[in-house]
Nanobody, 117 residues
Framework: QVQLVESGGGLVQAGGSLRLSCAASGRTFSSSGMGWFRQAPGKEREFVAGITWSGGRTSYADSVKGRFTISRDNAKNTVYLQMNSLKSEDTAVYYC??????????WGQGTQVTVSS
């Protein structure tokens, strides 16, 4: 059974930083792309950042470029999202996901990030 468990969310003031982690278990994801998504209240889930299986290529939503960094440690089956210069509009539930083929097939339960202004 595949499990993705996010952690590291919380309450932070605007301008602060948080580091999210997503630990995967149940199978090895070292050959899979992984990503972070978020969903704010009343809004649709949106892509935040993605990383290839090797970590050699990353992609970001325009809204987080230059502030967020995605990385992974395949030995630990873990993907990270370093979030700096946080803004109130970054407030959302953050989800990690693993690609299978062309889609994100496995999802975590989410971790809440709240940025106070």
């Amino acid at each position: 059974q595949v499990q993705l468990v996010e952690s590291g969310g919380g309450l932070v003031q605007a301008g602060g930083s948080l580091r999210l982690s997503c630990a995967a278990s149940g199978r090895t994801f070292s050959s899979s792309g992984m990503g972070w998504f978020r969903q704010a209240p009343g809004k649709e889930r949106e892509f935040v950042a993605g990383i290839t299986w090797s970590g050699g290529r990353t992609s970001y939503a325009d809204s987080v470029k230059g502030r967020f960094t995605i990385s992974r440690d395949n030995a630990k089956n873990t993907v990270y999202l370093q979030m700096n210069s946080l803004k109130s509009e970054d407030t959302a539930v953050y989800y990690c996901a693993v690609r299978s083929g062309t889609t994100y097939a496995y999802w975590g339960q989410g971790t809440q990030v709240t940025v106070s202004s």
